[in-house]
């Protein structure tokens, strides 16, 4: 004889006995039990030659319409159960013992059968998704099974899925209680498991081994970490939660373990492969282009950690938990071997020709672009970086204490400002390279502003704060300075005061010579940024237009005089220069008179 549940259950039928009698008597008992076969047997799968054609055939459901049927059939259960228990105590050999035990497995066996077509029928509506949106209103259905009735499936509407789940709830008390929770939970495991295996598929989810994720190539992989980051927020958001809840309803009245155990079943495998992916990428060879897809794996773990640690979180289900959380650590130290491997690849950045007119150079571009990526992960990041070791940078060079929530990204502010410093060092190295010192100022005024704008276009400004914007902004300022000290020298020098006539005509003709080599030298020399050049074009002609409209005013000399070079011309001129192009008036100056053969 299966099992049978502990749990006390009244009987179908009682009838109150006289003082001397005893509670219950061998008769109660044999009536209770034909009662019970009369429902029953009327329920049998397999009809014996002697059933009328008023028994219902195998094909019907029980579980359908109004549920009377089935309410009168799981107390018939029940009552049979609760007689077999004072049957052992009563005579453990009665023959009235062996009919109750044959009924029971006739029930068993059909309550199986119903299981299993709820099960296979709702397949669609008891999806994860209804499940958690119907959870709620299944759950405040009373237990109590005199609440067992039509009107217990019409309440808000009842859905599918909700009438599904609370029959599968009442079918799994009823087995469980009768000592047929292995047959039930088989049952479920294999119905549900197909049905979480098919969804993961379906979210591309495959098993992959090392060797496998290995020998892939890049872009292969990396469409798959794209679409690993998709599905791990529906499994744990839908599918997994989903399960959980569909589990713990179902078999919530039983032991705790039942469930757990189900659950376990249920989605350990699924769940192994889902996170066993990021370790076996984390393992692969570690370059910088694999650094942002290593973020996203990371960062989708920590999204949805919370709910996954929730959901797994019984004994059954810890192995998941810990293999997302060694994932998540194998991941965080990929990354940091990639920064690493970043940080040494600017060292070892050795181009020797400079870049065509003191532009961007390439390395400034890539690295800023890198670290300006870098900063949309700030929070991954911060947790990365934690207790990492960082060089020291200069108090001169970097101060997060104006900043709110400082120490909490005070560890990601100080790693990218010094990747930065690092990008700075090696830009100084190639400013060397240039031959004109005023070109090499340029050089570094135009990549110090391409570092300063990509900063404060970013995420980046957020990390390192205004008063890092504000000190290297004024670095700009300062290499812009020395540019034109040094490469406008020749035309800024200070004229004699009180010159006679003739020598302030030579004077203008030599300031219209020098400015005109000026701007022919730095024809190629080029600003990409347009503020920053235009900024630098007006400081050049606030410092000269004075000086030369003076002298025309003063001396009364008029531009025909000095070759040409009217106020227009002179304006035409100074917006031409850092475009990298070569215009009509800035082609080879003619010498000034003194200069020429008389």
Known sequence: ????????????????????????????????????????????????????????????????????????????????????????ALDSSSESLVQAQFLMQ????????????????????????????TDRRSSSVSEDEDNFSEDEYRFAGSSVS???????????????????????????????????????????????????????????????????????????????????????????????KIADSCFAAICRDGAATLFGFPDNVAKCKKTTEKTFRMLDLYNAICENQQQIHSIFSSESTSSIVLQVCASK????????????????????????????????????????????????????????VDDWPQNPLPESYYRSCDREGVNRS??????????????????????????????????????????????????????????????????????????????WSKVFSTPPENPTAEQARAILESFVFAFRETCRAQSSWVVPDPNLRDEIKASIATKLEPMYKVFLEKYQLGPDAVFGCSPDDFEKTISDILTGCVSSSQTAPSPPHRFKRR
């Open 1 to 88: 004889m299966p099992k049978m549940g502990l749990k006390s259950l009244f009987l179908f039928k009682t009838s109150p006995s006289p003082p001397s009698a005893k509670p219950f008597s061998h008769s109660l008992l044999d009536e209770n039990i034909e009662i019970a076969r009369s429902i029953i047997s009327k329920w049998d799968l397999i009809p014996s030659s002697h059933q009328t054609s008023s028994l219902k055939p195998a094909t019907v459901p029980l579980f359908s319409n109004t549920r009377q049927e089935a309410k009168q059939y799981l107390k018939a259960v029940t009552s049979l159960q609760s007689t077999m228990h004072h049957l052992v």
């Open 106 to 133: 006739l029930a068993m066996k059909r309550l199986q059968t119903e299981f299993y077509r709820i099960l296979a029928e709702n397949k669609d509506n008891l999806d994860p998704e209804s499940v958690i949106s």
């Open 162 to 256: 909700t009438v599904a789940m609370a029959d599968l709830k009442a079918i799994a008390e009823c087995m469980v209680s009768a000592g047929y929770s292995k047959e039930c939970v088989k049952i479920y495991i294999i119905m549900r498991k197909s049905i979480v295996d098919e969804a993961l598929y379906h979210l591309g989810v495959e098993r992959l081994s090392f060797s496998q994720v290995q020998k892939m190539d890049w872009g292969v992989l990396e469409s798959k970490i794209k679409c690993w980051v998709n599905s791990i927020q529906v499994a744990a958001q839908t599918l997994f939660r989903g399960e959980k809840s569909l589990c713990d309803y179902v078999f919530g009245s039983a032991e705790r």
């Open 329 to 384: 650590a194998r991941l965080g130290e990929a990354i940091r071997t990639m920064l690493i491997n970043f940080e040494s690849a600017i060292h070892k950045e050795s181009s020797k020709i400079p870049v065509p007119g003191g532009g961007i150079h390439p390395v400034t571009r890539y690295v800023m672009n890198y670290i300006a990526f870098l900063a949309d992960y700030k929070d991954a990041l911060a947790e990365i």
């Open 410 to 487: 005070s560890g990601i502010a100080e790693r990218i400002a010094w990747l930065i410093l690092v990008l700075l060092c090696k830009l100084d190295a190639k400013a060397e390279l240039y031959k004109e010192v005023a070109l090499s100022y340029l050089f570094l005024a135009n990549n110090m502003q391409y570092v300063v704008v990509k900063v404060r276009t970013s995420n980046l400004g957020l990390i390192l704060g205004e008063h890092w914007l504000t000190k290297h902004e004024l670095r700009v300022k300062e290499y812009v300075s020395k540019y034109e000290s040094v490469g």
